[in-house]
């Protein structure tokens, strides 16, 4: 199989972008305890909390906050009750992403493109309404349980949905955290393209790269990646799927414990990484390491760089490079009990790729977490 990084850079007509995606509005983790995961995203990775909706406001079902840091926005829920449906999701998932929702200017039209061409509803057009208008939502499902809502909040000017009420501000230390860069989704063996595909004839999306088991393998184990971004290049979708190997892949080890696919990782835009990893280990974020041989050859293979290269190995770091620039990445072990989903910290100087040089040493540190955990 032949290596191709970039597969295509040409804008997309308005006509082929149908969806006119503007933005990933939030993600939205059904979890076991939302006042716990809500302290999570606040006070290790420096999220500030805008809003909660819960017994108090008249949600009967379950509670639920919304942390913003930056563009970023995340939605954390909990059930009150075993009968919700939030309850199923967590005894399969445990912890984990249920919906990636997506700004778009009718929701309605949304679902009506993508149910059109193949996609499955979640629900057609949904309006809510308070004192502050109406918030319009539809929904189609993505890989595993995974959803895709369509927002449109053209019509609604309260803090973020009905039912949701401001949170005071208590103080929050920023980590600097600006906007999601990409989320990865992880599929079975062999089906990385029809979920290609799907993003493609469903939603508009084209390939912006693709990674095979050459370029990410280690002597144990493989995955194959393929990169989907849709018209305005603000939603990065990278599809992940296990390749043959001599031992478990850590794609298949995530299927184990999540059981469907889902989401792997969000990674997430900061300004100055160096600023931000300092801020968020000393807030108790655990992130791998990769060994020290590593960065004996790093000033070589990537340059001269505007960071110290002191600096990136004492925080553990990896820096690669394309035509366009180099980028800065670190990732975080799992952020819940079972081995599924992380988080990814990036810095972009120009480099539009995803850290392809780093994938080997990084997969070999991951293996090493992986045995640890009698999964490899
Ligand atoms: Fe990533």
Known sequence: ???????????????????????????????????????????????????????????????????????????????YSPSSPLASHHMLHGDGVKVIALEVEDAEKAWQATTSRGAKSAWSLREERDDFGIYRTSAIYTYGETLHVFVDRSNYKGVFAPTYRPIKDNGTQSAGLAAIDHIVGNVQLGKM???????????????????????????????????????NGRVKFPINEPAEGKRKSQIEEYLDYYLTPGAQHIAIITGDILDSVEQLRMNGVEFLRVPNAYYETLPDRIGSIKEDYKDIQELGILVDKDDEGYLLQIFTKPIQDRPTMFIEIIQRHGAQGFGK????????SLELEQERRGNL
């Open 193 to 231: 393209n029809q979920w290609v595909n799907f993003y493609h004839q469903v939603l508009g999306f084209r390939q912006l790269m693709h990674f095979d088991d050459k370029d990410i393998s280690t002597e144990y184990s493989a995955l194959m990646s393929k990169v989907m971004q849709n018209g």
């Open 1 to 79: 199989m032949s290596t191709k990084e970039k597969d295509e850079s040409r804008p997309m007509t308005e006509e082929a972008d149908f969806l006119q995606i503007k933005s990933i509005n939030h993600v939205h983790f059904y979890v076991g305890n939302a006042k716990q995961a809500m302290y999570y995203w606040w006070k290790a990775f420096g999220f500030k909390p805008v809003a909660y909706s819960g017994l108090e406001t008249g949600n009967r079902e379950f509670a639920s906050y919304v942390l913003e840091s930056g563009n970023a926005r995340f939605v954390v829920s909990a059930p």
């Open 357 to 364: 040089g780093n994938f080997k040493a990084l997969f070999e």
